[in-house]
C-alpha cells in the first residue's frame, strides 16, 4: 500500500502545516501565486522537505517574491543567488524565477495578472495546461506544472476526498471542483 501525502504530512514538522493550511487552498495574489510557482520549480530532482526548509531564505532571496523587483533582477542578482547557500543554486532555476517575474508583468497588461491568466484559461487538462505553461513559462515540465496547480485549486488531487483537509476545501470552491460542478469531464476518471 502506498501512503499519499494526506496519510504523513499531518503532525510532520514541516509537511504538516503546509498539508493542513495551505495545499491545494486556492491563491489569487501574485506574489503567492509567485511564490508557489518559484517552489514548486525549485523542488524539481529534490524532496519538497528540502524546499519547505529553505523557504524562509528564498523569500528573503528573492524579495519577498516582489515580482516587479525580481522582474529588475540583473546579472549580479543572479550571482547573488548563486552565492547563496540558504536556497537551491541552480542556474537554470534562477533564471526561469527572473525570466517568470517579467513573463509575469506581461500577464498583467494581456490579462490584467497571474490570476486572471490562469482563470482565463480555466478549465483544462492537466496535459494541456502543461503545454500552455511551456509556451509562456519557463522551466515548467509535466510535474512541476502539476503539482503547481494542484497546490492552488486548479487541478484535483492535492488532498484524498476523505481527507479532513479536503473536506474543509470543498467550502472554499476550488476551481476544479467549480469546473467539475459546471460539466467539465476532462480531469479524467
Known sequence: MTLSYC??????AWHGSYHDDEYGLPLTGEAELFERLVLEINQAG??????LRKRDAFRAAYAGFDVDRVA??????VERLLADP???????????????ARTLQGLRASHGGFHAWLEAHHPRAKP???ALFKKTFRFTGGEIVG????????????????CPVQQRLNRLDQPWQRA???GF?????
Do not use: C, Q
Open 7 to 12: 496519510d504523513v504530512a499531518p503532525g510532520h
Open 46 to 51: 529534490l524532496s519538497w522537505l528540502t524546499i
Open 72 to 77: 529588475a533582477f540583473g546579472p549580479e542578482d
Open 86 to 100: 540558504g536556497i537551491i543554486r541552480n542556474r537554470l532555476k534562477v533564471e526561469a524565477a527572473i525570466a517568470n
Open 128 to 130: 494541456a495546461w502543461v
Open 147 to 162: 503539482e503547481f496547480l494542484m497546490s492552488i485549486g486548479y487541478l484535483p488531487g492535492a488532498h484524498r476526498p476523505d
Open 180 to 182: 467539475v460542478a459546471a
Open 185 to 189: 469531464t476532462g480531469y479524467g476518471a
